[in-house]
């Protein structure tokens, strides 16, 4: 450890490892890695600085989020699978983007109310199955005209990944049809 506190002395960088607290596992994990460190051959750069530090710990951080994200079985996870932040039209007013942006994370009136109230899962008004957000645009009998009318041959999931006025439309004319408006 000596040479290495040399060469980290004159860029006020120091790496102190305290072993105490043996027998914590988070604590034996970092003891193993110190122990390591001090065997694996030193790499040295005069280009390296803090803040190299703080975007290697960013892009890790980020990498992790992404790699949990994958596996995460949420609605919104299979609307959104790359995490991107999605731009919507800013010339459609918000009672228009509203109802479509609360089925993209799934979290609605009709499929939340038993969480807000304490009651039993809602069921659909239109057929009695468990109702959800897959189930009101996608699987519902009752729906499957209007579900035909309003989007075609088109993928409501499709719909709601794509955040365009005709999608957002789209979406918006199948609840006002189906009267779920309200309830979303």
């Given at each position: 450890m000596k040479n290495k506190n040399n060469w980290l002395l004159p860029h006020k960088l120091?790496?102190?490892?305290?072993?105490?607290?043996?027998?914590?596992?988070?604590?034996?994990?970092?003891?193993?890695?110190?122990?390591?460190?001090?065997?694996?051959?030193?790499?040295?750069?005069?280009?390296?600085?803090?803040?190299?530090?703080?975007?290697?710990?960013?892009?890790?951080?980020?990498?992790?989020?992404?790699?949990?994200?994958?596996?995460?079985?949420?609605?919104?996870s299979r609307i959104n699978p790359n995490r991107t932040k999605p731009n919507f039209p800013t010339s459609l007013a918000v009672n228009l983007i509203t109802p479509y942006i609360r089925l993209r994370i799934g979290h609605t009136i009709i499929t939340n109310a038993h969480l807000l109230d304490g009651s039993r899962i809602s069921q659909c008004p239109f057929c009695e199955s468990t109702v959800s957000v897959l189930h009101l645009l996608v699987f519902c009998p009752a729906l499957d005209s209007l579900r035909l009318i309003n989007f075609n041959n088109d993928d409501p999931i499709q719909l709601l990944m794509n955040p365009t006025i005709s999608n957002i439309s789209k979406i918006y004319n199948y609840l006002k049809d189906t009267d779920l408006l309200r309830c979303i």
């Open positions: 120091r790496i102190m490892w305290v072993p105490s607290h043996s027998g914590i596992i988070g604590n034996m994990l970092a003891d193993s890695i110190a122990k390591e460190m001090c065997h694996s051959p030193t790499i040295t750069s005069p280009l390296f600085v803090k803040g190299d530090i703080y975007r290697l710990i960013a892009q890790l951080r980020s990498t992790n989020l992404a790699a949990d994200w994958v596996i995460y079985n949420h609605h919104y």
